[in-house]
């Protein structure tokens, strides 16, 4: 019978089954990396902070993105803009749930600081404690 193994034959390296599970992985690291990436809002000039220092990235940090646009400013969380009564419910859940995470708070140079402010306060109010702020190094 063709394609059958006999007792003295050495079957070798099967690649077939080593080129699946290589193309799986690849795809799951791609889907992976695209959103991580998509936390991040690209349109927000971050403000210039020479003594910041770097940190390591987490996977449970929520980002807030605030953004300057048409003299106002403008919320996204999870890439929707919303409302900070908004933002409260949703990190009140989310802790409810059991997810206490850090907040990463990027917000573009030309926001006047009370409206960072009140990313803050709206945070606060739902329990997180650990808020970090975006910058860059110059």
Do not use: C, K
Request: glycine share 6%.
């Amino acid at each position: 019978m063709a394609g059958t193994v006999g007792e003295g034959d050495d079957p070798g390296f099967q690649i077939a089954p080593m080129i699946d599970v290589l193309l799986v992985l690849l795809i799951f690291f791609m889907s992976i990396a695209s959103t991580a990436l998509t936390r991040y809002d690209p349109s927000i000039a971050l403000p210039v902070a020479p003594a910041a220092t770097p940190r390591e990235e987490e996977l449970t940090r929520w980002v807030v993105n605030v953004a300057w646009e048409q003299a106002r400013a403008i919320v996204r969380f999870e890439e929707q803009e919303i409302a900070l009564p908004q933002l409260t419910a949703i990190l009140v859940e989310r802790r409810r749930r059991g997810v206490n995470a850090r907040l990463l708070v990027r917000g573009d140079g030309a926001v006047p600081v009370r409206h960072i402010q009140a990313v803050v306060a709206a945070a606060a109010a739902a329990g997180i404690s650990e808020i970090t702020f975006a910058a860059l190094r110059s």
